[in-house]
């Protein structure tokens, strides 16, 4: 595509940036094909190739962002469908991540769209705040009888409520965005976790290697079993865990809602803390969990490229950042056990598929341990939730959720798999089948507990 910024836009390594990701794209429009909202809305304004367009119009003209190209970037997902199947290149990723930072500087959003994500901002990234946040919804949801109400089990209600059958809005109010967040406050918050503060978890025996466990904020919370899993994954094959001080939240909540400066904070505090252990007792590798956290501090080397002070240790804790699934491949810990009869319906999420370019690996682990994994129709296609996207647009989130789920249950699964929690507490707002962690899954089958929410009678064989 050409491009006409100017010598002086370009001395801005943002803008350098973004001009060399726009020249890439030959609009070919092959992009549009993948693009779930533009499959839902088959608007060209709401396909990669439309907002790109209208990206490219606003950065390399210093227009500030009209209501318009506000509309259309904040539909899109970011899940980075468009990357995968672009056969250019183009890194569609930062390209709207600095569409977003443009927006959030140059654009006055309505008093409710402020509000709204100024609340989750200020929240979602903060464990202890969450956590009183969920006590809250679910006194709430009690006092005024809303949990039966939004139960899955009451379908047709909640669909109503959120419109899921209703055409999708052209603006979202406050109070749909509050009950769309109620919708997804569990039924019941599981108590706190041993592993919930700074610690270093030791194997008994020899020490065969180091890593750290990135903690996570929403995850902890809403399910702690899974960090859990991944830490007796670990300590069970002889590798030390540290569960760093002074780690916070990675960052993406507020990234993708284009706060670039508290994003950026987060990094660089991580990066402090992962730091200090790389250069005291050594990191093999920086474990993730939840696959939309690993996408984000992979890029860190990315975000904190322009800072002096920060650039060299950023870059290399991205080098070391790996999901889960990559750790257990690499050294090796995958339990090899006979088939025990048990159909996973397997979840990639986005920012494990598109983002981090993880699509076999889980896949490999749960058949070597002996589950009969299955590929769910359309796997390409986000489920709708993308971060903070399903309490922003829910009238799209749901509509992608009932898609997913559709396409999970015609591989007829006893259990769901998931490397992401955003996906795990979307989909399991819409599905009777119970959805799971890979890594609670493995630890199972290695002699772990049974994950949390299988029913009693799905048993492993003797
Ligand atoms: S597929 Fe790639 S090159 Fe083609 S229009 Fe989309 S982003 Fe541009
Ligand atoms: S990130 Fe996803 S929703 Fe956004 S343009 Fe790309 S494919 Fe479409």
């Not at 690996?361 to 341990?369: D, R």
Request: charge should be positive; hydrophobic fraction near 40%.
């Amino acid at each position: 595509m050409k491009t006409q910024f100017s010598p002086a836009q370009l001395k801005d390594s943002h803008m350098a940036a973004s001009e060399k990701i726009l020249r890439s794209c030959v609009h070919c429009g092959f992009c549009t094909a993948t693009c779930p909202t533009y499959l839902l809305l088959g608007d060209e304004l709401d396909s990669p190739r439309g907002r790109i367009y209208m990206i490219k119009d606003m950065l390399e003209n210093n227009k500030p962002a009209t209501p318009e190209v506000v509309k259309h970037v904040d539909r899109c997902l970011s899940c980075l469908s468009c990357m995968t199947t672009c056969p250019s290149g183009v890194h569609y990723m930062h390209l709207v991540d600095h569409a977003r930072a443009h927006i959030e500087q140059t654009y006055t959003r309505s008093f409710s769209d402020r509000f709204m994500r100024q609340l989750l901002a200020l929240i979602l990234p903060y464990p202890n705040r969450f956590r009183l946040a969920l006590a809250g919804a679910w006194l709430v949801g009690r006092v005024l009888a809303l949990r039966s109400w939004l139960s899955p089990a009451n379908k047709a209600k909640q669909l109503a409520l959120q419109h899921g059958a209703a055409p999708i809005a052209a603006k979202v109010g406050f109070l749909k965005r509050t009950f769309a967040m109620l919708a997804l406050a569990p039924a019941r918050l599981p108590g706190r976790s041993p592993y919930d503060k700074p610690q270093t978890v030791s194997p008994k025996g020899e020490r065969k290697g180091r890593v750290a466990l990135l903690n996570g904020c929403a995850q902890p919370v809403l399910k702690p079993g899974i960090n859990e899993a991944a830490i007796q994954l670990m300590i069970r094959a002889g590798i030390e865990v540290v569960l760093p001080k002074g780690e916070v939240c990675c960052g993406a909540l507020v990234h993708h809602m284009g706060r670039e400066h508290d994003a950026l904070n987060n990094a660089r505090t991580n990066v402090d803390a992962w730091a200090r252990e790389i250069e005291g007792k050594g990191l093999d590798a920086i474990l993730i969990t939840a696959s939309g956290c690993g996408t984000t501090i992979k890029d860190y080397g990315f975000m904190l490229r322009d800072d002096p002070a920060y650039a060299e240790k950023a870059a290399r804790v991205s080098t070391l950042a790996l999901d889960i699934t990559e750790y257990l491949t690499r050294v090796g810990i995958g339990t090899v056990l006979p088939k025990n009869g048990i159909t996973v319906a397997y979840h990639s999420a986005c920012s494990m598929q598109h983002g981090q370019k993880i699509t076999d690996l889980p896949k490999k682990l749960l058949t070597q341990a002996g589950f009969t994994v299955k590929d769910v129709p359309e796997a390409h296609i986000c489920c709708g939730s993308a971060g903070t996207y399903n309490i922003m647009q829910p009238d799209i989130a749901v509509q992608l959720r009932d898609r997913k789920v559709a396409n999970i249950l015609k591989t007829k699964p006893d259990v769901i798999a998931a490397g992401n929690i955003g996906c795990i507490t979307q989909i399991a707002t819409a599905c009777d089948v119970p959805i799971v962690h890979t890594a609670e899954l493995l630890n199972w089958v290695a002699g772990g507990p049974r994950p949390e929410g299988l029913p009693s009678g799905l048993q492993l064989p003797h």
